[in-house]
Every structure is written in structure tokens, then in C-alpha cells.
């Protein structure tokens, strides 16, 4: 199985800050990369697929790049909405698989 | 207007058996291929199963739970289901319905609100 990644595990932060949180794939995985947005108690939201197409409704503060093992998810002004637990997913083969998550939390 | 509603979940002994249901409206149900990925307290997101379209019925499962989970789909009722068998204390968890974004590509557009399975011994 391929292994997803996730750096940092948590971190703090302000409104208005730009914030990157880092997801490795234990392999190439192409641009085969999705990312979600999940607040407690709640589903998880597609934010990103294909490692950096915005997807329908997403304001267009986050921004997804990377390519084979090496992807970003960014938040370039967060805002009080944005604190929650991010994901990344891989597409490229079965079983897909999630990384550990990241929290971003309010400074 | 997507939705996905899960239901059937529940307390459950170690070893009994469990069938949860998906309920989808708003979208051509038949033209999508379906998932259940579930969540332990506190923990990550575990993708676990997978159906495709009804064209080939092809299923996929996490080593987790092979063998002891079925998904199955019922495009007239707009249905799905995930039969659990031989239930252990690590199945505990919120089981979520997800949608593909597009057939055979395993990625969720669209999520149930999660069903709680708890299961004792």
C-alpha cells in the first residue's frame, strides 16, 4: 500500500496568516492527490483533486501543487472558517489511502 | 441537490453482524461508483470499500475487512449497502458513504453525514 505523509501533524495559527501543510507519498503517485477539509463532528469536504484543481464552491484561498511523491496544500489568508483537520488522499491506486491528517488550530 | 444518508448502524456485540444503508438522491445514482470509507474515535479516515457502477459490479476492500465486509448496491432503490460480519472492537467507528467524483477514481465528492457503529465485547 502506498503511505500518505502528512507534515505537521498540527499546527497553530492567526486569521490572516498563510499557512502550508506538506503530504508525502511513500511512492510516485502522479498528481494523483486529493485533499479535505474535516471539522468536528462533520463529514469530510473535498477541497482539492488531481493535486491542484480547486473544486466546486472552494474559495479560491486554497491552492493545491505538487507532482510524484511531493505535495502542499495552501491557505493563503486563513480565515476563522478555515480551522479545522485537513487530509490528503491518494487516487493513484487501490486501496486508497489517507494520510495521518493535520489540525490547524487558532494562535 | 446531493445527498447521501446512512443509516443501520448501532451498539453490537464482538462477532455479531451488522448491515449498514445509504440512501442517495439528487444525482443519477447508477452512473456513479460508490465507497465506504469510516473513522475510529479520534483517529484518521480508513477508506475500506468499493463498488463500481453496476455495469461490472467490480468491489474492492481494505485488508481490514475482507472477508468479513460485502458492499453491494441497488440502483432502483438508489442504494447502498455494507454488510459487516464477524464484527471486532477495532470496527468502531463512524461509517461514512462517499461518492466518486468520476466512475473508477477513487475520490469523494460528496460524504453522508456518518453512521456511529460501536462494538462491544
Known amino acids: 500500500d502506498i503511505q500518505m505523509t502528512q507534515s505537521p501533524s498540527s499546527l497553530s495559527a492567526s486569521v490572516r496568516d498563510r499557512v502550508t501543510i506538506t503530504c508525502r507519498a511513500s511512492q510516485s503517485i502522479s498528481s494523483d492527490l486529493n485533499w479535505y477539509q474535516q471539522k468536528p463532528g462533520r463529514a469530510p469536504k473535498l477541497l482539492i483533486y488531481g493535486a491542484s484543481t480547486l473544486q466546486s464552491g472552494v474559495p479560491s484561498r486554497f491552492s493545491g501543487s505538487g507532482s510524484g511523491t511531493y505535495f502542499t496544500l495552501t491557505i493563503s489568508s486563513l480565515q476563522p472558517e478555515d480551522f479545522a483537520t485537513y487530509y490528503c488522499q491518494q487516487s493513484y491506486t487501490t486501496p486508497p489511502t489517507f494520510g495521518g491528517g493535520t489540525k490547524v488550530e487558532i494562535q | 441537490e446531493v445527498h447521501l444518508v446512512e443509516s443501520g448502524g448501532g451498539l453490537v456485540q464482538s462477532g455479531g453482524s451488522l448491515t449498514l444503508s445509504c440512501a442517495a438522491s439528487?444525482?443519477?445514482?447508477?452512473?456513479?461508483?460508490m465507497n465506504w470509507v469510516r473513522q475510529a474515535p479520534g483517529k484518521g479516515l480508513e477508506w475500506i470499500s468499493y463498488?463500481?457502477?453496476?455495469?461490472?459490479?467490480?468491489?474492492y476492500y481494505a485488508n481490514s475487512v475482507k472477508g468479513r465486509f460485502t458492499i453491494s448496491r441497488d440502483d432502483a432503490r438508489n442504494s447502498l449497502y455494507l454488510q459487516m460480519n464477524s464484527l471486532r472492537d477495532e470496527d468502531t467507528a463512524v461509517y461514512y458513504c462517499?461518492?466518486?467524483?468520476?466512475?473508477?477514481?477513487?475520490?469523494?465528492?460528496?460524504w453522508g453525514q456518518g453512521v456511529p457503529v460501536t462494538v462491544s465485547s
Open positions: 463498488i463500481s457502477i453496476s455495469g461490472s459490479k467490480t468491489t
Open positions: 462517499a461518492r466518486d467524483r468520476l466512475p473508477a477514481v477513487i475520490h469523494f465528492d460528496y
Open positions: 439528487g444525482f443519477t445514482f447508477r452512473s456513479y461508483s
